[in-house]
């Protein structure tokens, strides 16, 4: 294994090779650092025929990762350029493509707190475990920003409108509702993470968690289906806010709270993001969007004013601007996936371009 304080950890057990985001006091946050030593461990396992398997988890106890370093981020908008910020999302987004395909089993243990970059770093792996401690979210529209990382893809493909609902609140799950959403694939109790990392050194990846998965106990989104689905179709965010208040579900009132209680202008320019993605043809093409609205992320008041609320003053009382969904217009939402000409990511056909691009 590498030194212990490096951010990321590698050694190999067995047949399998180990990743462990190593910041715990960061909740394992990734910056640009990690994200290239996890690509290069990957091009060098890819090809060892000794490996087998690899697995990721997270150091500490709180959970695999919370996202992306926002704090540099947050720095680098206010008072950058943005370049470095770009720089940092075009290598996490071919990182994230990557796993997607990675052609060995990749096992992420998404035990604890798994949101934002920890979901593009673990929910597009092949072998996705959740535990009874597993929080999953996109939160970004908390932010001032949009889900990124494949999270448009990975949202868009849930059943009904599940997607929709945690895109746009930023809702956490746990494991049923992950396992429901298609963010993960096994539940296994945490007090058997130990043993079957033993297992993993042993047996094939399959086998190995076979041994350990269980049912996961009951979430919450199956039995709310009905008016999620008729609320969070509507294809305007005032709609779904005007949905979610008349229901009488007074969980659809408590969502319909914390929906206006985020960015307006990230909530409506997620709402697109999603809708478009459904009818792109690969997760490729959804980072391509992605990538187009992050960097123009950068250029707006709200993503460091969210940043500031949240992660710097810790006020939690954003200023957003505009202030309310119906003061920010379909221009200002059609901003954000404007072509970036030569700065495009272009992992998908073309130069990074797709049928949207004209519209």
């Given at each position: 294994m590498t030194g212990g304080d490096e951010p990321v950890l590698l050694h190999t057990d067995g047949r399998a090779a180990h990743i462990v985001l190593n910041r715990p006091r960061a909740l394992n946050a990734l910056d640009h650092t990690m994200v290239r030593r996890v690509d290069?461990?990957?091009?060098?396992?890819?090809?060892?025929?000794?490996?087998?398997?690899?697995?990721?988890?997270g150091a500490g106890e709180r959970g695999l990762c919370a996202g992306g370093d926002i704090r540099v981020v947050h720095d680098d908008a206010r008072d950058g350029d943005g370049t470095a910020s770009a720089a940092f999302w075009r290598?996490?987004?071919?990182?994230?493509?990557?796993?997607?395909?990675?052609?060995?089993p990749y096992v992420a243990v998404m035990d604890g707190i798994v949101?934002?970059?920890?979901?593009?770093?673990?929910a597009h792996g092949s072998v996705r475990i959740v535990t009874e401690r597993s929080r999953i979210a996109m939160p970004e529209t908390?932010?001032?920003?949009?889900?990124?990382?494949?999270?448009?893809?990975l949202l868009a493909l849930a059943p009904g409108e599940l997607g929709t609902l945690l895109a746009l609140t930023g809702t956490a799950i746990g494991a049923a509702d992950a396992l429901l959403c298609g963010l993960a694939d096994h539940y296994v109790p945490?007090?058997?993470?130990?043993?079957?990392?033993?297992?993993?050194?042993?047996?094939p990846a399959q086998d190995a968690v076979a041994r350990?998965?269980?049912?996961?106990?009951?979430?919450?989104?199956?039995?709310?289906?009905?008016?999620?689905?008729?609320?969070?179709a509507a294809d305007a965010a005032e709609e779904i806010v005007r949905r979610l208040l008349a229901h009488g579900d007074p969980a659809a009132k408590?969502?319909?709270?914390?929906?206006?209680?985020?960015?307006?202008?990230?909530?409506k320019v997620t709402l697109t993001a999603v809708r478009r993605a459904r009818s792109l043809g690969s997760l490729e093409q959804a980072l391509d969007q992605e990538y187009r609205v992050s960097c123009a992320a950068l250029a707006t008041a709200d993503l460091v004013e969210g940043i500031r609320a949240q992660v710097i003053d810790k006020d939690r009382r954003p200023r957003w601007s505009p202030a309310t969904l119906t003061d920010v217009t379909d221009a200002d939402v059609h901003r954000f996936f404007a072509p970036l000409g030569d700065r495009e990511l272009g992992l998908g056909p073309g130069p990074g371009r797709t049928d949207h691009d004209n519209t």
């Amino acid at each position: 294994m590498t030194g212990g304080d490096e951010p990321v950890l590698l050694h190999t057990d067995g047949r399998a090779a180990h990743i462990v985001l190593n910041r715990p006091r960061a909740l394992n946050a990734l910056d640009h650092t990690m994200v290239r030593r996890v690509d290069e461990a990957l091009t060098a396992w890819e090809h060892d025929p000794a490996v087998e398997t690899v697995v990721v988890t997270g150091a500490g106890e709180r959970g695999l990762c919370a996202g992306g370093d926002i704090r540099v981020v947050h720095d680098d908008a206010r008072d950058g350029d943005g370049t470095a910020s770009a720089a940092f999302w075009r290598d996490e987004y071919h990182l994230n493509a990557r796993i997607a395909h990675y052609p060995k089993p990749y096992v992420a243990v998404m035990d604890g707190i798994v949101m934002g970059g920890g979901v593009g770093i673990s929910a597009h792996g092949s072998v996705r475990i959740v535990t009874e401690r597993s929080r999953i979210a996109m939160p970004e529209t908390g932010i001032g920003f949009v889900p990124d990382v494949g999270g448009t893809r990975l949202l868009a493909l849930a059943p009904g409108e599940l997607g929709t609902l945690l895109a746009l609140t930023g809702t956490a799950i746990g494991a049923a509702d992950a396992l429901l959403c298609g963010l993960a694939d096994h539940y296994v109790p945490s007090a058997s993470l130990g043993t079957l990392l033993d297992d993993l050194a042993e047996l094939p990846a399959q086998d190995a968690v076979a041994r350990h998965v269980r049912q996961p106990p009951p979430g919450e989104l199956a039995q709310r289906r009905e008016w999620i689905d008729a609320c969070f179709a509507a294809d305007a965010a005032e709609e779904i806010v005007r949905r979610l208040l008349a229901h009488g579900d007074p969980a659809a009132k408590e969502t319909a709270e914390t929906l206006l209680a985020k960015s307006p202008t990230a909530v409506k320019v997620t709402l697109t993001a999603v809708r478009r993605a459904r009818s792109l043809g690969s997760l490729e093409q959804a980072l391509d969007q992605e990538y187009r609205v992050s960097c123009a992320a950068l250029a707006t008041a709200d993503l460091v004013e969210g940043i500031r609320a949240q992660v710097i003053d810790k006020d939690r009382r954003p200023r957003w601007s505009p202030a309310t969904l119906t003061d920010v217009t379909d221009a200002d939402v059609h901003r954000f996936f404007a072509p970036l000409g030569d700065r495009e990511l272009g992992l998908g056909p073309g130069p990074g371009r797709t049928d949207h691009d004209n519209t």
